[in-house]
Nanobody
Framework: QVQLVESGGGLVQAGGSLRLSCDAPGRTFSAYTMGWFRQASGKDREFVAA????????YYAKFVQGRFTISRDNTKNTVYLQMNSLKPEDTAVYYC????????????????????????WGQGTQATVSS
């Protein structure tokens, strides 16, 4: 069982930045592929970004357009989502998710766009962008 705890959400003006964090206590964090999703009010949950176990590979949703960066620090058991140039349409609850692929599995970003391919989820953190 993996417990994921997001933080870093808040209220920011359009054009501003937020840095989300997701802590995953435990000694096996580096065994998990990590992802970020978001869900705006009244809309379906959508993929934002994913990162491989080592952090060497990343994959982003098209709408990110270079504004967001996913990263991880395996020594701190934490994955980050740096969000810049925020827009009001980025307002959502942001969730981190974890999947434990087989040891020699090659990272496939397209695979990790699907929420159903993750085993564990955090409770979410609200990010609100005002116009």
């Amino acid at each position: 069982q993996v417990q994921l705890v997001e933080s870093g959400g808040g209220l920011v003006q359009a054009g501003g930045s937020l840095r989300l964090s997701c802590d995953a206590p435990g000694r096996t964090f580096s065994a998990y592929t990590m992802g970020w999703f978001r869900q705006a009010s009244g809309k379906d949950r959508e993929f934002v970004a994913a990162i491989s176990r080592s952090g060497a590979s990343t994959y982003y949703a098209k709408f990110v357009q270079g504004r967001f960066t996913i990263s991880r620090d395996n020594t701190k058991n934490t994955v980050y989502l740096q969000m810049n140039s925020l827009k009001p349409e980025d307002t959502a609850v942001y969730y981190c998710a974890a999947d434990a692929p087989p040891p020699f599995n090659v990272f496939n970003g397209a695979f990790y766009q699907e929420a159903s391919n993750y085993d564990y989820w955090g409770q979410g953190t609200q990010a609100t962008v005002s116009s």
